[in-house]
């Protein structure tokens, strides 16, 4: 049950603990255009296209407002996220990409992801964000099984999503993720197998698979509650994800992080993990522009309004578009460091929990993580605490029982 550990992925967190350390940065920006709203989605995005133009200006003005905060740090990721950041031109992308470059200061082997749905790219618009400068592409396929497809109220086929990762390879991307969804009502390993095999086979450096969730607030979650859909039974989805985690690992996945898997292999450096992904479970800097975006620095955390138009207006009238902001408190900042670093393979690493804090992790939690280890959901040593594949799915309940130790 417990998690594949090799030294190529444990190289590969020491340069993740050294970028940290050096406090190397991650910028995200959001696009929050859709041409339709998933049922399951509860980022913030609208339908209305017109309003590209007003955007792409807020988000210049944005970035000139913004990155005079910055001018100490280095940058060494770019994420384009949404909504549908394919729904902006190549042109576009590199406009942005640009003006962002002239601002903040960047490592000279950034990570630039491009999160694109298929249906909204072909061969010559993907070679044309690869020549714009993007050098990571992320494609939201959530299935291939045109059932679920239907289900997850995606626009684009089973075919049109092979054609997508297939066409990227074919552009000149090597750093390739698909996204996908299980745990649908009913779903059964065998369909869901399917998709993982489908996937694998289209041969990614990367596949984020996530558990369906009924957000409150979304389409899926009002017909949980009117009773029109049933999710599927928590042992069931408990067993997918145990036969996600297996399947993936056999066929040369590393489980790196909860919903996380990086494609290993000879000759593979182990940065097939998302390097801007990584900042959000290590405490790294990022910056976010755009509505809705989430900024992190230090013990701090802000994000921006989530409204296209009280955006606009801000960024207009040259204001930054905060619409709330929060300080950690030593026990905020403890509770995030116990459950992110139970999110990643490698766990919570004993020696920097100490340094950080000022205490004795052994001396706080030492009989609950003995108790934890004997009955197999994680592993603990001098060195870390980390979970088993079968201790992920009690992640929060073994989060809690850590944090209930602590002063």
Known sequence: MGLKVTALSDGWLMQALKAAAADLAGLYIHVPFCLKKCPYCDFYSVTDLELKPAYLR?????????SKDWVDL?????????????????????????????RFRFSSDTEVTLEVNPGTVDPKSLEAYRMAGINRINIGVQSFNPRNLAFLGRIH????????????????????????IYGLPDQTEQVWLADLKKAVDLNPSHLSCYLLSYEPGTVLYTRRESGEVEPLPQVRQADLFLTTSGYLEDHGFEHYEVSNFARMGEGISGFNRSRHNQKYWIFASYAGLGPGAHSFRENKRWWNIRDIDGYLEETRSDMRPVGGEETLSTIQQQMEAVYLGLRRREGIAVKDFEKRFGLSFDGCVSKTAERLTREGFATFSSERFSLTRRGMLFLDGVAEALISCLP
């Open 157 to 180: 086929t089973d075919a049109e999503a092979v054609a997508a990762i297939e066409g990227a390879g074919r552009a000149g991307f090597t750093n390739i993720g698909i996204d996908l």
């Open 58 to 66: 807020s988000v210049f003005s944005e970035v000139e407002i913004v």
């Open 74 to 102: 280095t940058f060494d990721s770019i994420y384009f996220g949404g909504g549908t950041p394919s729904l902006l031109s190549s042109h576009e992308i590199g406009g942005i990409l640009e003006k962002a470059r002239n």
